[in-house]
């Protein structure tokens, strides 16, 4: 049963969501994920989470059990928000009789875009996703990573507010890849709101600002990606010499100290100046100052509760995520 | 919008299936060779001189059989075995893919995300294929009919009404086809499926039939009862040849006049009283029945259809 809610702010307000396949299949066991307008949101999770289904039933392809929420301001199960939502997938299959312009032109208008901008949406959008040149051929002559492109243009046919990708990248290769983030951070800065589902947890590392990872029907953790990784920062401090003179001191800070270097975990620089002020002091000489981050692999190896995670080196660039 | 667009993408479907032209060729070669045939003198030639039928036990020696009279033959023929039969045969197993194809497993997904309520999608993939064996009737009633016109000097403008009848036989077995669909996505199991029911529907006709064309069957009433009931029920696929038929030789005020030896006396009658029994039904109750079978069956598969998990 879906009930209506109050209006939000948020493109996506998904409340106490249950689906029950059968009797005895509980896809969905009470999932709570809210997305803030203008978004890139990353939903990962083992394979049998439940990603595919809620990502279904926000499309209306599935009726959940039980429900509340909204998408766009709009009921869960109202179809005329569609129109303003876009929707790739996963392993999306096309009518192969179609050409690729007659294919943008068919689900556009199956999304009420008038005819006029069909043409010159479509236009726009073969030459973004690089298949201008193949708008006049059957699709049943192209490749999976043209397939791929396509299905992207015919998602954003209809100048969706909310767009919904399920495995975008999946069948491309690394430039093309590139060329999908790069068009993400483009549609966000639009405004446009972007849901990815996606296993390639880098690339959602690259690109999303909030996340939720969901876990047998439930949402372990969501949050932005520093909430979810802030906890697992530490610094990592190399130096020449001993320090067996300090290592008390070293430690009343809460560093570990080891051979050649130490670890202070948490992001209290006070500390980290202090641990570096200590060492100076000393003569120690230092050779390296390092944050380390658990990556969102690492952490959602830990939600599934395998091996503990090992803190790495931070490598992506933070002006490719906002918080 | 939405509608013509569902329309467009079927009918490019159609068109991307072979079978889509073998009917247009078989329309195009039915009508050609209609074409070379020509009435002479106490005989009808075909393929100019290949073949030869006497008629002369109609006409007398070297009478001409009236050509209005020869043409209802052949219409009757057009319209019964190429068209009631082969014509809807085909246009099955042409347009049985039409509504698994929109269900497969990725495709569905896209579908049902657009802004369009479940039920007008069904019912405009519903309806695309009534238009695409409309548009196969036609070609072949309107060659067939400028054929019989242009080569044998006679018009047969209620030869015409074959096209609507011929859709709504096609539209009485392809709901089958479309419940059997949704139910299962397999092309194969609606066509399988349907062909039986075509056969179904087509026997308990003819067991009512028998009933009458041999009176003491009908001793057995629970048998009888079950078979004249279920006529009413299931479509009358044969009533609508016959409709054809009927229509066509009322036009022309025409009736064939066999001289039948004792035995096919005796079978002519039985025919007859067949023939008063189906007379006695109005084509509105007929057709009307027929009509909400149909409308029953894709009632199902519509509600069936909008509830589904894809």
């Not at chain 1, 005819?115 to 201008?132: C, D, H, I, S």
């Not at chain 1, 909310?162 to 290769?173: A, K, Q, R, S, Y």
Request: charged share 20%; aromatic share 8%; net charge positive.
């Amino acid at each position: 049963m879906v009930a209506i809610t109050e209006m939000t702010n948020w493109a996506v307000d998904l409340i106490d969501v249950h689906k029950i396949y059968g009797k005895t299949v509980h896809a969905l066991k009470g999932v709570n994920i809210q997305v803030g307008r203008g978004d890139i949101f990353g939903l990962l999770g083992p394979n049998g989470a439940g990603k595919t289904t809620l990502v279904k039933i926000m499309m209306t392809a599935v009726r959940p059990t039980r429900a509340l929420g909204t998408v766009l301001g709009r009921p869960l199960g109202h179809r005329g928000k569609l129109a303003r939502v876009g929707y790739l997938p996963e392993n999306h299959r096309f009518p192969p009789y179609l050409t690729g312009g007659q294919l943008l032109d068919y689900y556009a208008a199956l999304a009420k875009v008038p005819r006029a901008r069909r043409r010159a949406n479509a236009e726009r959008w073969l030459n973004r996703v690089g298949m201008r040149d193949w708008a006049s051929t059957r699709i049943d002559k192209y490749s999976k990573g043209m397939m791929q492109r396509l299905g992207i243009a015919q998602a954003l046919m209809n100048d969706p507010e909310l767009v919904v990708l399920d495995e975008p990248t999946d069948g491309l290769d690394p430039m093309g890849r590139r060329d999908v983030r790069q068009l993400l951070l483009e549609l966000r800065q639009e405004g446009k709101t972007v849901f990815l589902n996606s296993h390639l947890l880098s690339e959602l590392e690259m690109v999303c600002n909030r996340v939720a990872i969901l876990v047998d029907g439930l949402v372990a953790r969501q949050g932005t990606l520093s909430e979810l990784t802030e906890r697992s920062l530490e610094y990592r401090i190399t130096f020449h010499g001993g320090a067996d003179a300090i290592a008390g001191k070293l430690q009343s800070l809460g560093a570990v100290v080891e051979v050649g270097g130490l670890r202070l975990a948490g992001g209290d620089l006070k500390k980290l100046n202090e641990a570096i002020d200590l060492l100076r002091t000393h003569g120690l000489l230092i050779d390296r100052v390092q944050p380390q981050r658990f990556s969102l692999e690492d952490v959602l190896v830990e939600v599934l509760g395998k091996s503990p995670p090992v803190a790495s080196p931070i490598t992506a660039s933070p002006v490719m995520r906002s918080e | 919008m939405q509608f013509w667009a569902l329309l467009v993408d079927s009918f490019r479907e159609s068109r991307d299936r072979k079978i889509f032209w073998v009917m247009l060729i078989l329309s195009v070669v039915g009508a050609g060779a209609m074409a070379c045939v020509a009435f002479e003198p106490g005989k009808i030639n075909l393929l100019f001189g290949m073949w030869e039928y006497d008629v002369a036990r109609f006409t007398g020696p070297g009478g001409v059989l009236r050509s209005d009279l020869i043409t209802t033959l052949v219409v009757e023929w057009l319209m019964d075995t190429l068209l009631g039969w082969i014509g809807v045969l085909l246009a099955i197993i042409a347009t049985a893919g039409f509504i698994p194809a929109m269900m497969e497993r990725g495709a569905i997904e896209v579908l049902v995300s657009k802004p369009i309520a479940r039920w007008r999608l069904f019912l405009s993939k519903y309806l695309s294929a009534m238009v695409f064996i409309l548009i196969q009737a036609a070609v072949f009633v309107l060659l067939t009919f400028l054929v019989a016109g242009l080569c044998w000097r006679t018009w047969l403008p209620a030869y015409l009404l074959a096209i609507p009848l011929v859709v709504a036989l096609y539209s009485y077995v392809y709901c089958v086809a479309v419940l059997v669909a949704v139910f299962s996505r397999s092309t194969i199991a609606a066509v399988l499926v349907t062909l039986g029911a075509w056969v179904a529907f087509a026997g308990v006709q003819n067991l009512d039939d028998a009933f009458i064309l041999f009176p003491d069957w009908q001793k057995q009433r629970t048998l009888y009862q079950i078979v004249h009931g279920a006529r009413w029920v299931v479509p009358k696929t044969q009533d609508i040849t016959y409709l054809a038929k009927k229509w066509t030789r009322a036009a022309y005020g025409t009736e064939l006049v066999p001289t039948p030896d004792e035995e096919g006396r005796h079978l002519l009658d039985k025919a007859e009283a067949v023939e008063a029994e189906r007379k006695a039904i109005p084509a509105y109750q007929s057709i009307g029945s027929s009509l909400l079978f149909e409308a029953a069956l894709v009632l199902v598969a519509m509600w069936r259809f909008s509830r589904q998990d894809f």
